[in-house]
């Protein structure tokens, strides 16, 4: 008799959760495991960074005020090596944690306290995000700006620009519309999927990092209370 393979079951999603806020670094991750994470949890930057390279998570949840090495400084460090996602935990209603935390690659912001069910909506919502494949290889250019998606890569004048994968999921976007402004919310959606809800001012400060990592904002225009386009 011949029985059949088992069929093999599918990596569960990584996420790695540095807090020194114990209690609720602890509830989170018994949630987290609950919708079938899996969890890991640092209590500083240093033990999160050397776990981040030991053992890659897709998502990492970051708060921003750690001792010893904040936040700030551990996803910046975080970012020469990994291109997980990242959700910075900041101050209530402080504007400056936010938009310190997105400048230096943070791909989202939750602020303390928060509410775990709508952390795991988050997550999922990242979880659904596309993971780079592509059905064909398409190239755009425009001036000394290269797109390649079959590879992945940005580059200015023959220079590879590094960039997260979500500066250049936006980057993608704007250059597959080369010729269409996009709204913020279109952006929203083709990056974070339509089943993200948040404040869309995070569009603009990963734009002004695509700014300023290209050398030239001409590259990407504003569309005065509507969006964005590309030019060229």
């Known amino acids: 008799m011949v029985y059949p393979r088992p069929i093999a079951s599918l990596p569960k999603?990584?996420?790695?959760?540095?807090?020194?806020?114990?209690?609720?670094?602890?509830?989170?991750?018994t949630l987290l495991e609950r919708e079938s994470f899996e969890v890991?949890?640092?209590?500083?930057?240093?033990?999160?960074?050397?776990?981040?390279?030991?053992?890659?998570p897709d998502l990492v949840v970051l708060?921003?005020?750690?001792?010893?090495?904040?936040?700030?400084?551990?996803?910046?460090?975080?970012?020469?090596?990994?291109d997980a996602y990242v959700i910075m935990l900041t101050g209530l209603d402080s504007e400056t944690d936010r938009l310190i935390?997105?400048?230096?690659?943070?791909?989202?912001?939750?602020?303390?306290?928060?509410?775990p069910r709508e952390l795991v909506a988050r997550i999922r919502a990242m979880q659904r995000r596309p993971r780079g494949t592509v059905t064909s290889a398409t190239i755009h250019e425009f001036g000394d700006l290269r797109i390649d998606n079959g590879v992945r890569e940005v580059t200015v004048a023959g220079q590879t620009v590094a960039l997260s994968r979500?500066?250049?999921?936006?980057?993608?976007?704007?250059?597959?519309?080369s010729r269409i402004s996009?709204?913020?919310?279109?952006?929203?959606?083709?990056?974070w999927g339509d089943s993200w809800f948040g404040d869309d001012?995070?569009?603009?400060?990963?734009?002004?990092?695509?700014?300023?990592?290209?050398?030239?904002?001409?590259?990407?225009?504003?569309?005065?209370?509507?969006?964005y386009r590309i030019s060229g």
């Not at 890991?40 to 776990?51: N, P, T, V, Y």
């Not at 400048?103 to 509410?115: E, L, Q, R």
């Not at 995070?202 to 569309?223: A, E, F, M, Q, W």
Request: glycine content about 8%; charged content about 25%.
């Open 201 to 227: 001012h995070v569009i603009d400060v990963h734009i002004s990092n695509l700014r300023r990592k290209l050398g030239n904002p001409d590259y990407i225009v504003t569309v005065r209370g509507y969006g």
């Open 40 to 56: 890991g949890i640092c209590a500083d930057a240093e033990s999160g960074l050397e776990r981040a390279r030991s053992q890659p």
């Open 101 to 115: 935390g997105l400048s230096v690659g943070a791909d989202d912001y939750m602020t303390k306290p928060y509410a």
């Open 182 to 191: 996009l709204s913020r919310r279109q952006l929203l959606e083709h990056v």
């Open 13 to 29: 999603f990584k996420v790695l959760i540095v807090d020194d806020d114990a209690q609720m670094a602890a509830s989170t991750r």
């Open 63 to 82: 708060d921003l005020h750690l001792p010893g090495i904040d936040g700030v400084e551990a996803c910046r460090r975080l970012r020469l090596f990994s």
């Open 166 to 177: 979500t500066e250049y999921e936006l980057l993608d976007a704007l250059a597959s519309q």
